[in-house]
């Protein structure tokens, strides 16, 4: 397990500035600014409803803001497409398993492998060696996060904890610089969740900056270097984890303290 340390004053691969999204009379996300230094792993918690998986939606690009701006990789993508933004190599997995019901495991990594193709080569690839070596990073990923034996299998067959391996497979083949994982460890046992704990260190070791919606403290403490607190849309806290915790808004906010 990771022991979670310092960002270095590492410079940002995502800053966000004044991010807002409105659904009618509700603001999700409420003049939300922070930055994720690149090769750090950051997580956003807070209590349900706090705005974390809009913020998310905005990040990705699933959502456009009303306000604010977004920088990944020193490019402004506020108004960039999902999938351009994935292409440029900011990927993210979600809060529900979204894999594909009539492919394997394999062939949904394999689908992550395309997102850096033009659509008419993903096309023209078909049967070709470029689609034998989409298999055969597809499988070397998920051999990487420990859904080898899955491969063949199709998602209604996989374990809870093998659908977020394989989903996390899908982003990896995307080869993402930044990847964003919307409560990795939900309806996870302990060992799983302490496997998923190592797999983050292995991501942040090979260069890989992440950033994460996360319930359970304990991954975020094993993890984070950074912590961004969310209470109503707004942005209560950010910085380091022990100081963050310690925070009295953010213990009433999100522990339930009334002290």
């Known amino acids: 397990m990771m022991i979670a340390g310092s960002t270095g004053g590492a410079r940002p691969i995502l800053s966000v500035s004044d991010a807002t999204k409105r659904f009618g009379g509700v603001v999700a996300v409420d003049a939300v600014s922070f930055d994720i230094p690149e090769g750090a792993i950051v997580s956003m918690v807070g209590p349900n409803g706090a705005g974390k998986t809009t913020l998310f939606n905005l990040l990705s690009g699933v959502y456009r803001c009303d306000r604010g701006r977004i920088v990944f990789a020193d490019e402004d993508v506020t108004t960039v497409a999902p999938e351009r933004r994935a292409a440029m190599g900011l990927a993210r997995t979600f809060q529900n398993v979204r894999l594909f019901a009539h492919l394997t495991a394999l062939e949904n990594v394999m689908v992550g492998g395309y997102c850096r193709s033009l659509p008419r080569e993903a096309i023209a690839s078909r049967g070709t060696t470029k689609t034998a070596q989409f298999r055969q990073r597809a499988e070397e990923l998920l051999d990487w996060v420990g859904a080898a034996s899955s491969k ?70 094993a993890v984070s270097q950074k912590i961004v607190v969310l209470n109503f849309g707004r942005k209560i806290a950010e910085g380091d984890p022990v100081e963050v915790m310690r925070n009295p808004e953010v213990i009433s906010a999100y522990l339930g303290s009334e002290e």
């Open 152 to 221: 063949d299998l199709m998602p209604s067959e996989l374990s809870y904890g093998d659908q977020r391996r394989v989903e996390i497979a899908r982003a990896l083949a995307t080869r993402p610089r930044l990847l964003i994982l919307d409560e990795p460890t939900a309806g996870m046992i302990a060992d799983e969740a302490r496997q998923v704990i190592d797999l983050m260190d292995r991501l942040r070791e090979r260069g890989i900056t992440l950033l994460l919606i996360e319930h359970n403290m304990n991954v975020v403490r």
